[in-house]
């Protein structure tokens, strides 16, 4: 199988301080791939860097076999690269709506334009309010992000990046502060999501890794420890000393 | 008199937005012995439009936006009292074109920064054509002013009078040409883009959206408008001083916008309105103290209204809804 998304050797160091060492990584076209680790392992970082918002000192990043550690964020999603936030990146004051339809405009290329109304492009609110009903958040379009529940913003983080078409869907954490009673929408969402895409998701829950992965990374002190399927991983003693610590007699 | 923006937005115009219009033209018939006052707050109240988009807007926190007005205003004077340009569509062109410029000569430099960097460059900015302004004598009268202004009549058959008729009509007329552009531009999808900006930058980004070009696109339009605002204070002043530069006059702006209320349109009229009549009263009261009352005045809404006059009523009417 073609990888949309690769890395070779990527590494990330501030000063003396090393988070990402030499990680090379391939992310199947289709594929949904989690990449986990204990607190502090570089999962973040990693995604910066895929996104562009951090700059890799050295290694290389291609998507769809192309070079685009050159490009800036917004060119990276031009290709086809969305992401989510580990913490809510959303516009609080906008409607459900605007917050998704900023994105849908920007790719239909409507975006800039200065004459006509926002509200006149209904390809893009039709659109975005077709995102929405997909998630189950059609009857929340109208409210501004401040008045959602928790759950449902996550998910609003989600149609955001839906909204872009990417290829390569980057969810960092998308559960993570979820109540419990809210996170089997999050679940529900995730298993819902268009075959061609190929997701990667960062996630602490294990139950959310387990249940939506076909292949996990593991990630240690900014080195991938290991790779390989749920039962795989499930099973290697590495992860499990990792995540239990080591047994002492 | 805030309303949300973006693609679920009405864009019609609403039968309270033609109010400050009809206040407008009354004012021309009822008060004819207030109409040099009534011109200067409507220039202000186009230079406040112009702040608004891109502060209220945009979130570009600037006090260097006197540049563009400082500028507008001498280049339409120095045409007309040194080249014999006297023909005021051909001045504001030239003043709009020379502010439009510096806007995007500047705009690439300031908006690669945030925060207090480009706060502090935007008071650099304004403090240099401050200085030029003030060295280059022979062309700007330094420390003088520019007098000796000569404006023709609008469309060769309107004649600036000295009751300032003439001129209260002009500025109307550009400010509600002004008010339209603007009103188009943040109900449109580039507004949209703008408010996401302000919002969440880093998202922004995240959405695929080139965050530089469109400031700087909002920046160029905003410098155009504060270059036709300085134009109209020179033209219908005949007389253009070094107090249209500097930080004085950005912060003053800046004054009247947060009294009135940023990011709302409508602060920008109510804020120089306010600001000016107040300035005009007190100045005539109490000469020396002037300045404490607008003191007192910003102090208050800083305290108790947060998003300025509008917003008080905003409060007032949410509050009164909710008892009825």
Known sequence: MNAVLETRDLCKSFGALTVAENISFRLQAGAHHALIGPNGAGKTTFVNMLTGLLAPSSGELLLGGEDISHLTPAARVKRGLGRTFQINALFRDMSVL????????????VAARL?????????????????????????????????????????????????LKPR???????????????????????????????????????????????????????KVLCEGTPAEIAGDERVQRVYLGERHE | MTRPIGYGADP?????????????????????????????????????????????????ITLGHSAFFGLGAYVAGILAAKLGVTDPMLLLAAAACAAGVLGIATGAVILRTRGLTQLMLT?????????????ATPVTGGADGLSGITIAPIFGALKFDMFGKTAYLWCLTLLFASWWLTRKIIYSPFGATLSGIRENIVRMRAIGVPVYRRLLTVYAISATMAGVAGALLAQTNQFVGLNVLGFEPSGELMVMLILGGVGRLYGAFVGPLVYLIAQDVLAKQFPQYWYFGIGLMLVLVVLFARGGILGMADALVARLRKHT
Request: glycine residues 8%; proline residues 3%.
């Open chain 1, 98 to 109: 605007d917050n998704v339809a900023l994105g849908v405009a920007e790719r239909h290329g």
């Open chain 1, 115 to 163: 004459w006509r109304s926002a509200n006149s492009h209904r390809e893009v609110r039709e659109e975005s309010f077709g995102l929405l009903e997909a998630l189950g958040l059609s009857q929340d379009a109208g409210k501004r992000i401040v008045d959602l529940p928790y759950g449902k913003q996550r998910l609003v983080e989600i149609a955001i990046a839906l909204g």
């Open chain 1, 168 to 222: 390569v869907l980057l969810l960092d954490e998308p559960a993570a502060g979820v109540p419990s009673l809210e996170s089997g929408m999050i679940l529900q969402v995730l298993d819902r999501l268009p075959g061609e895409i190929a997701v990667l998701i960062i996630e602490h829950d294990m139950d959310v890794v387990f249940r939506f992965a076909q292949c996990i990374t593991v990630l240690v002190e900014g």
């Open chain 2, 12 to 60: 019609r115009i609403r039968v309270t937005e033609w109010l400050p219009w009809l206040a407008g033209i009354a004012v021309f018939f009822l008060l004819p012995e207030y109409l040099s006052l009534g011109a200067r707050i409507l220039t202000y109240i186009l230079f406040a439009l112009s702040l608004d988009l891109i502060l209220g807007y945009a979130g570009i």
């Open chain 2, 123 to 135: 008071l650099a900015i304004a403090a240099v054509c401050l200085e030029i302004a003030n060295k």
